[in-house]
């Protein structure tokens, strides 16, 4: 089973900073990983597939990196809409497997 | 408009078994599959199954094997997820997840997980 470590836990930020999230696969997993949001109440949003393809409508200051072990979720001039929480998924074997998650919080 | 549907909040006793109900509109229902994820009070999300439509095969994770059964009723464009001999570590909410068809094997997800319901809260308490 592949294991996500996905960190910070938490992230605090002010409108307008860049925000990045990382997920670190216990193994290599190509670039099959997914990024989603998920705001209370609501169902989670798909970002980014494959590691850095940005989901149709999903704004361009989200953006995605990595491959084999090491991805990024990236969040240019962060805005108070983003406040949510992130989680990442690998999708490159069974089971899949989630990160921990990050909950960003916007000043 | 795509949407999936989930039936609404059960409370269990050890022991006992749910069925957890996950109804799509707005698309081909039988092209795409579909996952069942819980995650439990502060824990992190867990992929629990899939189902192609398309074929009927499923695939199990294998912390839940001999517990979990998926099924569909494609003319009712609805999924179930059955979870058996529940405990409290069972408690958990429960989402249904679309996932685009894999043209190349049809026996493993695609795995853009594209589409979530909104949970289906499941309490299991005595």
């Known amino acids: 089973e592949t294991t996500l470590i996905q960190s910070p836990a938490f992230v605090s930020a002010t409108p307008g900073d860049t925000v990045t999230i990382s997920c670190t696969a216990s193994q290599d997993i190509d670039d099959d990983l997914n990024w989603y949001q998920r705001k209370p109440g609501e169902p989670a949003i798909f970002l980014i597939q494959e590691s850095s393809t940005l989901v149709r409508g999903i704004p361009p200051r989200f953006s995605g990196s990595g491959y084999g072990t090491h991805f990024t979720l990236t969040i240019n001039n962060i805005e108070s809409d983003d406040a949510a929480y992130y989680f990442c998924?690998?999708?490159?074997?069974?089971?899949?497997?989630f990160g921990g998650g990050t909950k960003i919080e916007i000043k | 408009q795509v949407q999936l549907v989930q039936s609404g909040a059960e409370m269990e006793k050890p022991g006992a078994s749910v069925r957890l109900s996950c109804k799509a509109s707005?698309?081909?229902?039988?092209?795409?599959?579909l996952h069942w994820v819980r995650q439990a009070p502060g824990q992190s999300l867990e992929w629990m199954g899939w189902i192609n439509f398309g074929t009927g095969f499923t695939k199990y994770s294998p912390k839940f094997r001999g517990r979990v059964t998926i099924t569909s009723d494609t003319s009712a464009t609805t999924s179930f997820m059955e979870l058996n001999n529940l405990n409290s570590a069972d408690t958990a909410v429960y989402y249904c997840?679309?996932?685009?068809?894999?043209?190349?094997?049809?026996?493993?997800?695609?795995?853009?997980?594209?589409?979530w319901g909104p949970g289906t809260m499941v309490t299991v308490s005595s």
């Open positions: 998924l690998q999708h490159d074997n069974f089971p899949l497997t």
């Open positions: 707005g698309y081909t229902f039988s092209t795409y599959t």
């Open positions: 997840v679309r996932d685009e068809p894999n043209e190349v094997d049809a026996d493993y997800p695609w795995g853009a997980l594209d589409v």
